[in-house]
Each structure stands twice: as C-alpha cells, then as structure tokens.
C-alpha cells in the first residue's frame, strides 16, 4: 500500500471558513471520483496560534491511501485530482505533499 499526504494552507480572507468547510466536503468525495483510492482521511486544524521558530501552520491534512505506487504517483494527473485544483484555485495558499510506501 502506497501513502500520498497534502497539507494546506489556505488564504486568509473573509471567507477562510466557508472555504475550509467547502474545501473538505469536496475532498471526502474523491473515492467516488477517483477508484483506485482506497482509503481517506481529511483533518481540519485545530484553532491555535502560529507556531513561529520557522515551523508553518497548515489548515487541512489531508491522506490517501492507495495499492499500487503507480495509482500513488498517478493521482496528480487523475481528473480528480485536476477538478479539485480548479476548484481550489485562489483559496490555497501553500501545498505540501509527501508520497511513501507502507511498512508493516
């Protein structure tokens, strides 16, 4: 089984909850969209100050599980994967990400 984790970080406006709200019930819906995704988790961040000392606060985790590291590596090309960037598009700030194989 093959992990794909992506944390963001979304723009501060007016609107940071409606999209965070938006942002997550979006992305529960990707095992409909896209098959070869065996299992999600999606964790909105607890309210706290910014850390500082360069650490960075993310505002969603987000983690994909899939069987095979070649369904893992393809996910960014998936039309899912293209429709929630559009969807997304001027509402995140900053994207992290890290794919891995799991170890029993």
Not at 15 to 36: G, N, R
Not at 46 to 55: I, K, V, Y
């Amino acid at each position: 089984m093959y992990r794909h984790i992506a944390l963001y970080r979304l723009s501060d406006d007016a609107d940071k909850k409606a999209d965070l709200d938006a942002f997550c019930s979006i992305m529960k819906t990707l095992p409909e969209q896209e098959k070869s995704i065996v299992s999600i988790e999606i964790g909105a961040a607890l309210d706290a100050p910014e850390p500082g000392g360069g650490l960075i606060r993310y505002d969603v985790a987000q983690i994909l599980t899939f069987r095979t590291k070649e369904d893992c590596l393809r996910w960014p090309d998936t039309p899912a994967h293209t429709d929630l960037r559009a969807f997304s598009s001027g509402m995140i700030e900053l994207v992290g990400v890290i794919d891995y194989e799991l170890t029993e």
